[in-house]
Nanobody, 122 residues
Framework: QVQLVESGGGLVQPGGSLRLSCKASGNIALIYTTSWFRQAPEKQRELVASISTDGNTKYVGSVKGRFTISRDRTENTVYLQMNSLRPEDTAYYYC????????????????WGQGTQVTVSS
């Protein structure tokens, strides 16, 4: 069974940095597009950044130039480096893979992690 586990969240002061990790487990052969989403209280979930299998990246406008998404294929891990954090970045952050192929040939769709809290406050 494929699982995604996020880590790296926490409390940081405005202007600070955090690096979130999203590690996939479960005899994985290939992870397709992986995205980071966030949801703040009383707000809709928002796509923050995504990275495709060939490394193409996309960002929501509010994080461009501050956040960087990357992946380590050997570790089946996707990272979100967040710099120059602002109070409005406070949210619960989730990673999700649109498709995950296992070594046994099974293809899973819309795999989500449990999330990690990021709080930016002085």
């Amino acid at each position: 069974q494929v699982q995604l586990v996020e880590s790296g969240g926490g409390l940081v002061q405005p202007g600070g940095s955090l690096r979130l990790s999203c590690k996939a487990s479960g005899n994985i052969a290939l992870i397709y597009t992986t995205s980071w989403f966030r949801q703040a209280p009383e707000k809709q979930r928002e796509l923050v950044a995504s990275i495709s299998t060939d490394g193409n990246t996309k960002y929501v406008g509010s994080v461009k130039g501050r956040f960087t998404i990357s992946r380590d294929r050997t570790e089946n891990t996707v990272y979100l480096q967040m710099n120059s954090l602002r109070p409005e970045d406070t949210a619960y952050y989730y990673c999700a893979a649109d498709r995950v192929l296992t070594m046994s040939g099974q293809l899973g769709y819309d795999v989500w992690g449990q999330g990690t809290q990021v709080t930016v406050s002085s």
